[in-house]
């Protein structure tokens, strides 16, 4: 991606457009909570990192060390291995460059369950279509989500996969409704204890929910 005058974009530059949440939602964006909107927008510009630390009431999936037999197909750092309560959880989003797929939102999530810290990383990339995002998840960004962009009637950030695909080299290959999953996260705020709020479900037809996580945490741009 470049910047206004076709010249790269380098660290420091704001970002064309805003935040890849702000350029899904558009007009939308303006009926988010006015913190949650804070979160979603982010630093704006390239290479700044948002750190957010808090805890999960509950997170992790019921499948336990079963998710490792998905490994070879989906690559590392996708699923989990415990499900556990009371999760003290880290997070760092960084707007950066992804390859030849642009500018996007890279997350890295570590879950700190008591046997030991358990990454999560995904990357958000802008879509061509309006109110939708590109989700692919797991180091090996073998997997890629389509996500749907929308605002709740309280003012929160709804992100609802639709479509899956499995990226192999050159080969995109449409997941079949069996073997994909769908995903919806909820990005909040609590007006009460002033915190954000996440609530992720990550469900397969056939298996249920296969991973999980809901809690509250703040937020510092580094």
């Known amino acids: 991606m470049t910047g206004e005058r076709g010249e790269p974009l380098r660290v420091g530059d704001p970002v064309p457009g805003g935040s890849v949440f702000l350029q899904a939602l558009g007009d939308e964006a303006r009926k988010l909570h006015p ?6 927008a982010g ?3 390239v ?3 948002v750190l957010v630390e808090g805890e999960f009431t509950v997170a992790g999936s019921r499948y336990g060390r079963l998710n490792l037999l998905a490994r070879p197909f989906v690559g ?5 291995t415990r499900y556990e309560r009371d999760v003290p959880f880290r997070v760092e989003n960084t707007i950066a460059q992804e390859g030849a797929a642009g ?4 997350s890295e999530r570590v879950f700190m369950f008591r046997s030991g ?5 995904d990357v958000l990339l802008p879509s061509p279509r309006r109110g939708r995002l590109r989700n692919r998840v797991g180091a090996s960004r073998r997997v890629e989500l389509e996500l749907s962009c929308s605002v709740t009637e309280s003012g929160f950030l709804r992100l609802s996969s639709e479509r899956a695909w499995l990226l192999l080299g050159p080969l995109r290959i449409r997941l079949p409704t069996f073997a994909s999953v769908r995903a919806e996260v909820i990005d909040g705020f609590d007006d009460e204890a002033q915190r954000n ?3 992720a479900e990550v469900r397969n037809p056939g298996l249920g929910t296969v991973l999980e996580y809901r809690g509250t945490f703040s937020r510092e741009i580094v």
């Open 35 to 40: 913190e949650v909107l804070k979160y979603v």
């Open 43 to 45: 630093a704006g510009t």
């Open 47 to 49: 290479g700044s990192t």
């Open 76 to 80: 590392p750092d996708l699923f989990v």
């Open 103 to 106: 500018l996007g939102l890279k």
């Open 117 to 121: 810290p358990q990454r999560f990383v």
């Open 197 to 199: 709020t996440v609530r």
